[in-house]
């Protein structure tokens, strides 16, 4: 048998093996996921033994065939006490398992668009550039996946030792899928190393379409552990498949598909990515930063666009998908709503959109920077005030609050709780035009720096510039005039302005970016992109990107937990522990900022150890970076 035989036959294999894994945990839990059609025989054959409830939820009968929930009491039996706030202990476990889970699940989906994008490229140099990127990614993420499983374990183990009462009630409802949960994790675990050991084996042809197939796999396993996890949180938050006792009705799908899990999937897979790309992102300014070479630094700052612009284009797309979430969590409980955005955590939002306007001017900020390596980008230049004028406004707007927490003087000072002039600025209206003329901005930026270097040579050129530049400022026209609009309606009927004006920010995102991209193809360039040659201001930026990402994650993270405020399991099982009250602003923040440096300082650690095995990228494709004329990465660069 031949060496390429031998390598397609074990690549094949290996493929299977990765297939087993997946379907794996599915067949061994069929027997246990068939609980509900075992009830419902036995409801046929004595039905009156059987005691049934009604889904808190979907008010539909079942058969009962759990415990109720616990009645928990302030004791060392439901809450042991080891001289310290277990639930700051919990916090803590929790949010670093969840970065390093997100950072795990989104490098790998990074990795597979890279190395695909490296596959259909009919540039040798330039797929093997992809290549060795996309090697890059996931050597990162390997270290990283060690540490996830090791905080995975203690997580558990914080919770079985400080509420011992609640987690046992949770795994009894979930027990159809916590066994799942762990097989899939371990055929995560098998897919990972398979594809990572087997990735110098399978670079060409045949193979490379292989492993390719196995970063899908990868990534499904991923993704599907993901929605595990986020049917537990769903369910603390809407609980479902339960009767009022919290007695499980034997319909698992009811457990996991409860009001909030679908928005909560899509509002994580996006926060994951955004972070995941972030942080990448970060390893490469600071790789780009501690570069001794200019083809170090050219390789980093190359792979550092990659993964701002990955994370950004998840980023863009975020805050409809928490507006989403919102609307949802308003469906199911009004009062849920209102503690969210106008009441005891109202405050937290006012900070999130501070983050979330800082992630965007970062952005804004490095693709400003970033165009000074572009030969012909100066045309640009003189118009970028006209950009941070925009931003500046949206921003101020985003951040302003409707109603301030002030003492009784500062109250009769100003006349009110509410600022006479900036007061009207705090309404959702006004910060709905806020954020989308932050993000179409942020479009237009894109659009000049994939332009930068480049003048378009179709024929319609001139014609395709003035309808890009109509259609921006039409859209800026309509995003304001439905903002000012807003105040002159009822309430209800303005929340509906916002499916306008997010049209149309997106459509100028997904309109201008392709008609963009028809005008440049083939365009005539005036220079090569110049990688490495940026100023460290610029990578700094991406840090600071990087940063504002995780704390932002702790901070929603906080605001959903807390939004239950004296509940476990939201009105089926109280929390009875001596910490069942929401913090203070100020000691949230503290916490939230303690997790980003841990996260951070932890980080740094697992990208030393990276680099002690750092595996060189082919000097030909390294050599061929700066100042290359060749076909350009991501979009158009």
């Known amino acids: ?4 035989t031998r390598k397609k036959v074990f690549s094949i294999m290996a493929l299977c093996a990765m297939v087993g894994l997946l379907l794996f945990p599915v067949v061994v839990s069929l027997p246990s996921l068939a609980i509900g059609a075992d009830a419902a025989d036995a409801e046929k054959k004595d039905e009156a033994k059987v005691e049934k409830g009604r889904d808190v939820y979907y008010k539909t009968e079942g058969i009962v065939v759990g415990a109720p929930a616990p009645k928990t009491v302030d004791g ?43 596959v259909v490229t009919k540039d040798k140099a330039l797929a093997k550039r992809y290549d060795q990127l996309a090697y890059d990614f996931i050597k990162i993420s390997l270290t990283a996946y060690s540490l996830t499983a090791v905080l995975g374990g203690i997580l558990i183990f914080t919770f079985l030792t400080l509420y011992p009462a609640f987690f046992g009630y949770l795994s009894s409802i979930f027990r159809p899928v916590m066994h799942i949960y762990a097989l899939m994790f371990v055929a995560e675990s098998g897919t990972l190393y398979i ?20 970063s899908v796999i990868l990534n499904v396993i991923g993704t599907l552990l993901m929605f595990l996890a986020n049917s537990w949180i769903g369910f603390m938050m809407s609980p479902a498949g339960v009767d009022e006792q919290g007695r499980f009705l034997g319909n698992i799908w009811h457990v996991l598909h409860t009001a909030l899990w679908n928005p909560l999937n899509l509002h994580r897979i996006l926060g994951n990515m955004a ?37 950004v284009a998840f980023l863009i797309p975020l805050p409809f998908a ?42 804004n900020y490095y693709l400003w920077q970033a165009m000074g390596r572009m030969r012909g980008a100066e045309k640009y230049q003189r118009y970028i005030k006209y950009l941070v004028f925009l931003l500046a406004c949206g ?53 000049w720096y994939m332009r930068g270097n480049k003048v378009s040579t179709v024929s319609w050129s001139k014609f395709g510039n003035i309808f890009m530049g109509c259609f921006f400022f039409f859209a800026y026209v309509n995003i304001i005039g439905l903002a000012i609009y807003g105040y002159y309606i009822p309430a209800n009927v303005r929340v509906g302005l916002s499916v306008p004006q997010v049209a149309t920010t997106l459509s100028c995102l997904f309109f201008m970016f392709a008609l963009n991209s028809v005008m440049m193809k083939g365009a005539k360039q005036m220079g090569p992109i110049e990688w490495g040659k940026i100023s460290a201001r610029s990578q700094y930026a991406l840090i600071m990107l990087a940063t504002a990402f995780t704390w932002m994650m702790g901070l929603m993270g906080y605001i959903r937990s807390s939004v239950r405020l004296f509940w476990h399991v939201n009105e089926i099982m109280r929390d009875n522990s001596p910490w069942a009250y929401t913090h203070t602003v100020g000691f949230a923040a503290n916490m939230i900022s303690f997790n980003v440096l841990f996260f951070w300082i932890s980080i740094l650690f697992v990208f030393w150890l990276g680099s002690l095995a750092a ?15 060749a076909p350009q990465p991501a979009g158009s660069h």
């Not at 048998?1 to 390429?4: E, F």
């Not at 927490?405 to 009769?412: D, G, N, S």
């Open 1 to 4: 048998m031949g060496l390429v």
């Open 275 to 311: 972070f995941g790309g972030g942080v990448v992102a970060a390893y490469a300014a600071y790789k780009f930063l501690a570069s001794k070479t200019d083809e170090d630094r050219a390789h980093y700052d190359w792979m550092g666009y990659i993964a701002m612009a990955l994370g």
């Open 76 to 118: 060392p039996k439901d809450y042991p006490r080891y001289n310290f706030e277990s639930r700051v202990l919990l916090w803590f476990a929790n949010q670093q398992h969840l970065y390093y889970g997100s950072f795990v699940l989104a490098v790998p989906i990074f990795c597979m668009v890279v190395e695909f994008m490296g």
């Open 195 to 214: 594809y990572y050991y087997g990735w110098d084996k399978m670079r060409e042809g045949f193979l490379k379409w292989i492993h390719l197939s196995m």
């Open 615 to 629: 595996k060189k990228a082919p000097a030909g494709a390294k050599a061929d970076v700066p100042g290359s004329a």
């Open 395 to 447: 921003y101020l707007v985003f951040i302003t609050p409707h109603t301030m927490v002030m003492t009784p003087a500062e109250l009769k000072a100003m006349g009110g709780q509410q600022h006479p002039v900036l007061g009207n600025y705090g309404v959702m209206s006004a910060k709905n035009g806020g954020i989308n003329v932050i993000i179409t901005t942020t479009v237009l930026s894109f659009v």
């Open 322 to 363: 928490g507006y989403w979430l919102m609307r949802e969590v308003y469906a199911y409980r009004q009062q849920m709503g209102i503690t969210l955005m106008g009441g005891l955590l109202a405050w937290l939002f006012i900070i999130q959109a501070t983050m979330i306007g800082i992630l965007f001017l970062s952005t």
